[in-house]
């Protein structure tokens, strides 16, 4: 099995390139082909070894799920011509993820036990424990950052600036509540529950699209819903399905993300176990095991799509 780290192709009429934490972005005017790679991040740290699998993974679980969604929410994807590759509008990107949560987990939990009760704006009640559901889904909206972390920020703070216009910010709400109950349907079908997950959003000729991946396990955070309520009766950790088992192994081996830390050696052994986690959580969310691929010229495989669909895609742009 070989995994996918990076890409460096050259495209006829390629405007531009962008390789981020874990995806290579090729720009082609208004048209951008995203690559899913294999390689995999944590605690805002690129790892030295990618995970066989993860990208095409990760890739396809999004596509199924912005095509379940489409129809409420318009989406950027124009084709999926590759296990690894989606090819859609290039959006000028909203400053702001939609973060939005059905439970108190993760971060929210940490800053409720610290004793906040307002959260982005957002006020929670008394009495609440770690993993319960809360009355209602909330939008805890986060500014994007070029570099660190993202920041926790009120819709109130939003308009008050003018990162986002009230205008645009309504029609984000709208379609954040909507994608949120079109996920926890979709999870509950799988037997699972959507705890959190985040949006992302652009506009391309004046018009709003959802963006980026959505509901995957490393955008999103899910339980498993056989169990949940004696779990939680019993005070006991709810069994999660998303990337927090990578984070555990690192922190086990003595790595945050912190100055003068290292990252633990990822042996192939670590390297197979993170991949056949990531099939297992492909096998959870699509219900169907992944499919097998010929592992053989993988690079000149995505290479060849991306020329294809851009080409077919340009072509029916002129007939129009």
């Not at 959260?119 to 993993?131: A, Q, Y």
């Not at 949120?180 to 391309?204: C, M, P, S, W």
């Not at 498993?224 to 004696?230: M, Q, R």
């Not at 081996?253 to 297992?280: C, H, L, W």
Request: hydrophobic content about 35%; overall charge negative.
């Amino acid at each position: 099995m070989e995994a996918i780290k990076e890409t460096h192709f050259h495209f006829p009429g390629q405007t531009g390139f962008y390789s981020g934490k874990v995806r290579d972005v090729y720009y082609f005017g208004d048209l951008m082909a995203m690559v899913a790679t294999d390689r995999i991040s944590a605690f805002d740290v690129i790892l030295p070894r990618a995970i066989p699998d993860k990208g095409r993974v990760l890739n396809q679980i999004a596509a199924y799920n912005l095509q379940s969604t489409k129809s409420m929410v318009p989406n950027w994807v124009l084709a999926t011509p590759d296990p690894n590759v989606t090819i859609g509008f290039r959006c000028d990107t909203f400053p702001v993820e939609m973060v939005v949560r059905g439970y108190l987990a993760g971060h929210a939990w940490r800053e409720y036990k610290a004793g906040k009760r307002l959260l982005c704006g957002v006020p929670l009640p008394e009495g609440l424990r770690e993993n319960d559901k809360l009355p209602s889904p909330i939008i805890t909206p986060t500014t994007k950052a070029h570099v660190g972390h993202d920041e926790d920020i009120s819709r109130e703070e939003i308009l008050k600036r003018g990162i986002v216009s009230e205008e645009d910010y309504t029609t984000l709400e709208h379609y954040t509540y909507q994608l949120f109950q079109k996920g926890t349907e979709l999870a509950a079908a799988r037997n699972l529950i959507l705890v959190d997950t985040k949006y992302e959003f652009g506009k391309h000729d004046g018009k709003i699209y959802l963006i980026d991946e959505v509901h995957t396990p490393d955008s999103s955070r899910y339980f498993y819903a056989e169990g949940y309520d004696a779990r939680q009766q019993a005070g006991e950790p709810q069994k999660q399905l998303s990337k927090e088992f990578v984070r555990q192994w690192l922190i086990e081996n003595g790595f945050q993300g912190k100055e003068g830390q290292s990252i633990p050696e990822m042996t192939d052994a670590i390297v197979k176990s993170i991949s056949d986690r990531y099939k297992e959580l492909y096998q959870q969310v699509r219900g169907e095991s992944l499919p097998s691929i010929d592992y053989g010229r993988m690079n000149q495989r995505i290479e060849q799509s991306i020329l294809n669909s851009i080409n077919s895609l340009n072509l029916e742009t002129k007939k129009i």
